[in-house]
Structure formats: C-alpha cells, structure tokens
Nanobody, 114 residues
Framework: VQLQASGGGLVQAGGSARLSCVAS????????LGWFRQRPGKSRELVAT???????SYADSVRGRFIISRDNAKNNVDLQMDTLSLEDTAVYYC?????????WGQGTLVTVSS
C-alpha cells in the first residue's frame, strides 16, 4: 500500500488550503484514514481521522476550521483547512490503518505566512 499526499504549499494566515491523499494497493472500507502533522520542533500529532461508517474526530486545535472527508470509491481522503494560522505550519502526513497495519504518506509541507 502506498499513500500519495498533495496540496501543500505557502498560504497566508487566514487563508485556506486543501490536502488530498490517494491510496494505491489494497485499501478497503474498514481502514481508518487520517491526517497527522509535525510542527517545527514538535512530535507528530493527530489532526483528524475518519473511521469506517464516516465516524470523524478532530484535534481540538483544528475543530471548526478543518474538515476531513473520504471517498471510498477513489481510496481518497481530503483535508480542507480554513482560517489557517501560523501555528498550522507543519508537514502533514496522511495515514491509513487497520488492526496492526499502518501506512504513511510521504508528507506535504504547509507553510502559513503572516
């Protein structure tokens, strides 16, 4: 299984960005798909996940600003990020996990500028 993330870049504070992650290989609907991020000098942290049945959870820091969505037919998970702040600057990673299987994308950098 390979995950390919895209959509990072430079964004002004208050702006929006959309990340997309496409999975290739054997990904089925029982996988939990999610986005994590690693901010400068910090450890990797959960941003949002969407579990089977479209059960969604968000980190407190992004709830109300970010929206995660999945398209099972396309093996795709997106992250719409609005009202970005400097603290959202990070490398964002998509993740697919099922039982003891966990796959990571290569990471995409989002830089929020003032």
């Amino acid at each position: 299984v390979q995950l390919q993330a895209s959509g990072g870049g430079l964004v002004q504070a208050g702006g929006s960005a959309r990340l997309s992650c496409v999975a290739s290989g054997s990904i089925h609907n029982l996988y939990t798909l999610g986005w994590f991020r690693q901010r400068p000098g910090k450890s990797r942290e959960l941003v949002a996940t969407v579990a089977p049945g479209n059960i969604i959870s968000y980190a407190d820091s992004v709830r109300g600003r970010f929206i995660i969505s999945r398209d099972n037919a396309k093996n795709n998970v997106d992250l719409q990020m609005d009202t970005l702040s400097l603290e959202d600057t990070a490398v964002y990673y998509c993740n697919a996990r099922y039982t003891f299987y966990s796959f990571w994308g290569q990471g995409t950098l989002v830089t929020v500028s003032s």
